[in-house]
């Protein structure tokens, strides 16, 4: 029940399209959607997240469009970049499982310029 | 800008040997926390400390695992008795306050190989 799973395991975009990235939990006590986006060599970095009390969070080329009754999350990248060429990963935690985030399996995201 | 800082980047050790995996967490955060991820799949949670002592650990952590922050800045894992399927990659993170809404930034993890 803790699970967060995230698909696809890999992803090709031509540059300027979009990305999309989804996530799908069990718990319903989870009340915190962050998505993590993590470079060779580097650790993962917060990339932008949202709780549950709204359905949608924009910043800049970066949405989560959340879904609380299908207990789905998804990351749209919009205009896509070589830059973002990146594995993704969502995660999610709950205020019952303290500061513990569960991770999704990630995704690797290849934009071809 | 801060960062979480982590040495080593790659550690070799033989099974059964002892391991001691060192972070430097970013200075005025007070909750710390080491992942791990094995190749090819999902960052997994070990545990959190706080205030010197653990908040929450995983199943994983198990008697062989023990954390510590020995001085005002360092945090460190140890591994008793290494296995192989220690083999991993292990993250250390900090926040200045509960996650959430305070983030988790995350070091560049050491490797781990155990032979």
């Known amino acids: 029940q803790q699970q967060v799973k995230q698909s696809p395991q890999s992803l090709i975009v031509q540059k300027g399209g979009i990305s999309i990235i989804n996530c799908a939990y069990e718990n319903t006590a989870f009340d915190y959607f962050p998505w993590y986006q993590q470079f060779p060599g580097k650790g993962p970095a917060l990339l932008i997240a949202?709780?549950?009390?709204?359905s949608e969070k924009k910043e800049g080329r970066f949405t989560i469009s959340f879904n609380k009754s299908a207990k789905q999350f998804s990351l749209h990248i919009m205009d896509s970049q070589p830059g973002d060429s990146a594995t993704y990963f969502c995660a999610a935690s709950s205020k019952t499982s303290g500061s513990r985030l569960t991770f999704g399996e990630g995704t690797q995201l290849t934009v071809n310029p | 800008e801060p960062e979480v800082t982590q040495t080593p980047s790659h550690q070799v050790t033989q099974m059964g040997q002892e391991v001691i995996l060192r972070c430097v967490p970013i200075s005025n955060h007070l909750y710390f926390y080491w992942y791990r991820q094995i190749l090819g799949q999902k960052v997994e949670f070990l545990v959190s400390?706080?205030?010197?002592?653990?908040?929450?650990k995983s199943e994983i952590f198990d008697d062989q695992f023990s954390v510590e922050r020995p001085d005002g800045s360092n945090f460190t894992l140890k591994i008793r008795s290494t296995k192989l399927e220690d083999s991993a990659m292990y993250f250390c993170?900090?926040?200045?306050?509960?996650?959430?809404?305070?983030?988790?930034?995350f070091g560049p993890g050491t490797r781990l190989t155990v032979t």
């Open positions: 949202i709780r549950p009390d709204v």
């Open positions: 993170a900090s926040s200045y306050g509960r996650t959430p809404p305070y983030e988790q930034y």
């Open positions: 400390f706080y205030n010197n002592e653990i908040s929450e």
